[in-house]
């Protein structure tokens, strides 16, 4: 994104300022920003950048959606106090996080497939975040590698999210390659060992993972190759053939696509004709996550990885307890956006007591239902040290690309400046519980 006035007095005034001064002085010349500022508005924009099953994949949820709804609607429940006649001319975004000063308490929740929305995905995604200073949380189930990820980005802070598979082996090749790419930290995934009942995509018949994407972490580790190997040379055949239509082939096209990986060709010819891509996806499908993972596995992670583990997925505050009592380095409040159980507890309703428990011990990220800078702002108020953003970045991403995502981060940020500064404090540090009326 251009600087519009790099010599606004506003530029010295916040980011709030400086991004109102951008906006209004570009449109002067008639320049619009590149994506709807209004949350409903960009998700409705969104609606109509992407295709049925990309837009039913990104904003889906579980069963009748009410976690969902109840994600946002625990929002409602708070409202922040307007507090005039104070000085709030110079305000403070910065938290302390993994030992460094951040700019701000945003960070980039994972998000997989993001080539449903845009084709640099993950590339595009990671370079906005870079832009902005916030970390960006590198999903397990890209459609980048990682390295690639990080290669587009240099230097950046970013974490690496694992979803706990079925092979161990599998699970340290990726931490370490992680780690070796330069992540902070591991952010462990825990609430997806079974798929959510996901109402969308299941009348859309649609899984992206079966048609290859999603799917490019795995198929660039060395372990996961070997398994494909594996499969591929044991198998006689296809026991589960399906019905030939022009949406298979298109599906199997899909698939050969991203099989370069395995086969080593760059010709779609070649990887059509190789049993590897399709292995690759059958493999895939069989190791994705276990259900029999228990609190006694997690302590593999520690011989997978020097770097911190952050556990997401936690909502039950006896469960925020045990991860600090079992030494993790930071809990992320998370009910996957409402997309794994159907009238979930909603997220904001157990940060305060989850924060009164285990705040101070180690970090509380939160995440579910923020869709702007005042429901960020609400949720450092009740105790989150840092607030994680989901869909608004991928819709973001869907209408116009990294600027997209720039233009999303930054919205989100200038808003929680104004309600900072609005509610009379200068300082993120110091929003509490007496920043906020219960409804």
């Known amino acids: 994104m251009s600087n519009v006035a790099p010599n606004d007095p506003a530029a010295a005034r916040g980011i709030s300022r400086r991004t109102q001064s951008d906006i209004y002085r570009a449109g002067i010349s008639g320049e619009r920003p590149a994506v709807p500022i209004d949350a409903t508005a960009l998700q409705s924009a969104a609606q109509a950048a992407l295709t049925p099953e990309a837009y039913a994949y990104v904003a889906g949820g579980a069963g009748a959606e009410a976690t969902v709804a109840a994600n946002r609607a625990a929002f409602g429940r708070w409202q922040v106090w307007p507090r005039p006649l104070r000085d709030v001319s110079s305000r403070d975004l910065s938290v302390e996080f993994l030992g460094r000063t951040r700019p701000t308490p945003l960070l980039l929740a994972p998000l997989g497939v993001m080539e449903l929305a845009h084709p640099e995905a993950d590339l595009a995604v990671a370079r906005a975040a870079a832009s902005a200073g916030v970390p960006y949380t590198v999903s397990n189930q890209a459609s980048f590698p990682l390295e690639r990820i990080a290669q587009s980005a240099p230097g950046a802070p970013r974490l690496f999210q694992l979803y706990w598979s079925a092979s161990d082996e599998l699970n340290a090749s990726l931490l370490a390659r992680a780690e070796a790419s330069g992540c902070e930290a591991i952010v462990v995934t825990l609430d997806t060992h079974l798929l959510g009942w996901r109402t969308r995509d299941l009348d859309l018949a649609y899984l992206p993972f079966t048609r290859g994407m999603g799917i490019a972490q795995y198929t660039s580790d060395p372990v996961f190759q070997k398994l494909v190997q594996q499969r591929a040379s044991a198998s006689s055949g296809d026991s589960s053939a399906v019905r030939v239509t022009p949406k298979t082939i298109a599906a199997g096209v899909s698939i050969a696509r991203r099989g370069a990986a395995l086969t080593g060709s760059r010709s779609l010819r070649d990887n059509l004709r190789s049993p590897l891509p399709r292995a690759a996806v059958e ?19 520690r011989e997978w990885t020097s770097l911190p583990i952050i556990l997401k997925g936690i909502v039950h505050p ?26 979930s507890v909603p997220t904001l309703d157990v940060l305060p007591e989850i924060s009164e428990r285990i705040g101070g011990r180690m970090p509380v990220i939160f995440d579910s239902g923020v869709r702007g800078g005042a429901d960020a702002a609400i949720a450092l108020a009740l105790g989150a040290d840092l607030v994680a953003l989901g869909r608004p970045y991928a819709y973001g991403l869907g209408i116009a690309g990294e600027r997209g995502v720039q233009e999303v981060i930054r919205n989100v940020l200038a808003e929680l400046d104004i309600t900072l500064g609005l509610a009379g404090l200068t300082s993120v540090a110091d929003l509490d519980r007496d920043a906020l009326r219960a409804v």
Do not use: M
């Not at 259900?291 to 006694?296: I, Q």
């Open 318 to 343: 006896d469960d925020a307890e045990r991860a600090a009592d079992a030494g993790a380095d930071g809990v992320w409040i998370s009910n996957h956006g409402g997309r794994q159980i159907d009238r």
């Open 283 to 301: 493999t895939f499908l069989d190791v994705f996550s276990t259900p029999t993972l228990t609190w006694d596995d997690l302590a593999k992670a």
